[in-house]
């Protein structure tokens, strides 16, 4: 099986405009509008194991070699019953980019358990969610297409962060993360029909111009495939191995109503309301408050708490709009018989999902749903 990097994908090969960068550099949060809806998945956040095989300078996540841990089948099962007993729908599977490929002890960890890889055991992993009710969505970095093909029949969605298209030296360093892989990566999705979530991640030496880029580079390969599901604008934020401070409110907005005009109307814009000023970018065309988790942690921002789900509602009561709880994956790539939001007429196609998958839904209980007095 070949690593992923053999093919890549460079930003200069895709067919951006220059006229549409420039339009993209003029537009103001006054030129977009707030979403008349906000919606937000209740997952379980289970870290896999901090091992990566990249050390991106502004990441707390991953640990060194020889000090990664790795979740245990039995404590993975133990999570899981924890998430079904507080009515979790979403099991968030994080974890570094190939974390089998540099740590030894990890390796001889998994052969114990009877694996060949990690990606044998994130397989394993999926299927132990959908035991327990629980729909999967991963987010596994860059991968061969045949690894995310051999993955597609028990996850419900995948995720990787482009973060962006320049070459910026938070990603420098022996093992450096390259923004042709991600793009590669993005669209090997697109073209195996898995639904799909990426985003930027600002401030981390990108410049105006280069974030627009990226937003274009993102619908662009949206527009060949229809797969984008949603488009994170995400500030990095200060912790122990970055010590940059977190872009401004002023920026998360112009670049959150930069993507809202970039992106078509199907494709969400989250921005993670334990990273910033939430109630400050509603107005931004912000739709989706992303997954959160009533019983873990946010893992990758250890220090930013998840909000209460009664501090949603009181944000979405606060704005006059709906607030709907959502599946992983979105109701779009489901036939229209279970779609949760019915806001949509269309019918997909059974090739975004497994018939798995599929009957997982049909089998989830109905989302909560909170719509305030005044809409």
């Known amino acids: 099986m ?18 549409d960068i420039q339009g993209l550099l003029e537009v103001r949060p006054d030129d977009v509008s707030a979403a008349d809806q906000l919606t937000f998945a209740k997952n379980i956040f289970l870290p896999l194991t901090t091992a990566c095989r990249y050390s991106c300078g502004y990441c707390t996540f991953f640990d060194a070699p020889g000090n990664a841990s790795i979740l245990s089948p039995s404590e993975l099962r133990s999570q899981l019953e ?9 099991a968030l599977f994080t974890f570094g980019d190939r974390p089998d490929d540099r740590y030894t002890k990890i390796f001889s960890q998994l052969d114990e358990w009877g ?66 892989q ?30 627009a880029v990226s937003l274009l580079a993102i619908a662009e390969l949206h527009r060949r495939h229809g797969h984008i599901q949603e488009v994170l ?19 998360v907005r112009r670049t959150t109503a930069m993507a809202r005009v970039a992106l078509p109307q199907e494709v969400s814009i989250q921005v993670p309301p334990n990273l910033t000023d939430i109630e400050s970018v509603l107005d931004c065309g912000v739709d989706d408050l992303g997954g959160i988790s009533p019983i873990t942690d ?26 709907l709880e959502r ?33 997982q839904i049909k089998d989830l209980r109905p989302l909560d749903s909170y719509i305030p007095e005044t809409v």
Not at 348 to 356: D, M, R
């Open 2 to 19: 070949s690593r992923p990097g053999a093919s890549c994908l460079h930003v200069d090969d895709l067919p951006i405009a220059e006229s």
């Open 82 to 90: 924890t998430a079904t007993q507080a009515n979790c729908t979403e």
């Open 115 to 180: 694996y060949n890889s990690f990606h044998d055991y994130l397989i394993d992993a999926c299927k132990m969610a959908l035991e327990y009710g629980l729909l999967p969505h991963v987010n596994p970095g860059d991968q061969t297409a045949a690894e995310m093909q051999t993955l597609k029949p028990t996850i419900a969605s995948m995720g990787a962060m482009l973060e962006t298209t320049a070459d910026v030296t938070a990603h420098s360093g022996h093992r450096s993360k390259s923004p042709a």
């Open 182 to 211: 991600r793009l590669h990566t993005i669209d090997a999705a697109g073209r195996l029909q898995i639904p799909f979530t990426t985003g930027l991640l600002l401030g981390i030496g990108e410049s105006w111009r280069e974030r």
């Open 233 to 251: 604008i995400q500030p990095v934020v200060p912790n122990n191995r970055w010590q940059q401070p977190s872009p401004s409110v002023d920026i």
């Open 298 to 323: 946010d893992y990758v921002n250890p220090d930013h708490e998840w909000p209460e789900l009664e501090n949603l509602r009181s944000l979405a009561q606060s704005a006059q709009v709906p607030l």
């Open 327 to 359: 599946f992983p994956v979105r109701d779009r790539f489901l036939p229209t018989e279970l779609q949760t939001s019915r806001l949509l007429d269309s019918d997909s196609t059974a090739s975004w999902l497994s018939g798995q998958i599929l009957t």
